[in-house]
């Protein structure tokens, strides 16, 4: 199955990890319906408005799809960025805290994402002749 599969509950349980919170709910994927009813229901809600608005007739699978995936790239690097701050953190990560190396390969691999996303930016504007 290819990532698109993945990415409505994805995304869905992703959003359901924090929101939760906001209310005072619990937010783990290992409680019962009846400890974590907050969670589930958000959960349940967004796989229900993602299939009915894919089940809208003439709704145009592929190009959004594609636009989806877009978004996911454009975004990547902001994701990216947090990423590494995160796991530099100690208070958080205790003994497993990036070394040197591997904060030397971070960031390198953030700037080119960086660097790829904004050539596909100026690319699709001169496509568009948005310049």
Known sequence: MNP????PETLALCHQMWAPG???GSYACNRRFREAPIFYW??????VLGA??????????VKMSLFSQVINGVLLPVVLIFMVLLVNKERVMKEWVNSRFY???AWTA?????GLTAALVAITLRDLGLR
Not at 42 to 47: M, Q, V
Not at 110 to 114: G, H, N, S, Y
């Open 4 to 7: 698109e599969g993945y990415a």
């Open 22 to 24: 906001l209310w005072g």
């Open 42 to 47: 958000l959960f349940t809600g967004l796989i």
């Open 52 to 61: 009915s608005v894919i089940l809208l007739p003439n709704f145009p699978l």
């Open 103 to 105: 904060n030397v390969v």
């Open 110 to 114: 953030v700037v080119i994402m960086i």
